[in-house]
């Protein structure tokens, strides 16, 4: 049996079906919005993110091409993830704080691996940091929702010079090529590679998490540990992926 919205994914969105689908996906906007706004300051109102994520629904129903094989959800989720990320960039959302940190922290992480030739452990890192474990665990939680780079930094050139935005490759435009198409493959590999050098309780943790979508508590009730403990593998493993992506995108870019 074909839900309404495996029908609406199968169809070429028109002026007729179009107020239809946006009702469809509203309720997603709201999905959304809750994530992102789980790892924000609570000054970020949750409606806020949501009034910007309309406004990215309505953008995807605009420039989705049915024919080029990507599911509507799947893009539609990406374009609403990336107008909210986008409005969080413009509020400068970041406090200062938190990017002295973030800056501190990885000059601290840089600085050890260089001597070790290794990852430095934990008690490594808190130790040439002066701080203790929960200090340093509270620096990681700190920083881990400060973006890695923009989706327009990830955009790809076309053959004229223009930029082109990666959302707009993933829905399949018109005017992708040989080499966005192959770049855009390249992109995927790099975010599976930098995934699979992460310890094997963290790449459990990005799994559980952002892909089967389960929460802190559930997830603890799983690995068995508690749902600090799995907060702290969390910030951990959003850490490492972060620095581990930037440093290979920057390289690769």
Request: charged fraction near 30%.
């Amino acid at each position: 049996m074909i839900t309404k919205s495996e029908e609406i994914n199968q169809i070429e969105i028109s002026i007729e079906n179009r107020e239809a689908v946006i009702k469809e996906y509203a309720p997603m906007i709201k999905y959304v919005a809750i994530r992102i706004a789980k790892r924000l300051p609570p000054h970020i109102e949750v409606d806020d993110l949501i009034s910007v994520g309309v406004l990215g629904l309505i953008d995807a129903v605009e420039k989705y091409d049915a024919y080029r094989g990507a599911k509507f959800k799947t893009y539609a989720e990406f374009r609403v993830r990336g107008a909210i990320l986008d409005e969080l960039r413009a509020m400068d959302w970041v406090p200062r704080s938190v990017r002295r940190k973030a800056s501190a922290l990885d000059g601290v992480v840089q600085k050890l691996q260089n001597q070790l030739g290794r990852p430095p452990e934990d008690d490594e890192v808190a130790g040439e940091m002066g701080v203790s474990m929960d200090e340093l665990f509270n620096t990681m939680n700190e920083t881990k929702s400060m973006p890695i780079l923009s989706l327009e930094d990830l955009g790809i050139a076309n053959e004229s010079g223009e930029k082109q935005n990666l959302l707009d490759c993933i829905a399949g435009k018109g005017d992708t090529d040989p080499q966005t198409s192959l770049r855009l493959r390249e992109l995927k590999e790099i975010i599976a590679n930098a995934i699979d050098t992460l310890p094997e309780k963290e790449r459990l943790m990005i799994s559980l998490y952002y892909y089967e979508e389960m929460n802190m508590k559930l997830i603890g009730e799983v690995l068995g540990i508690t749902e600090s403990r799995v907060s702290q593998i969390h910030s951990k493993a959003v850490y490492r992926l972060r620095s581990k992506l930037k440093a290979i995108i920057t390289e690769e870019m």
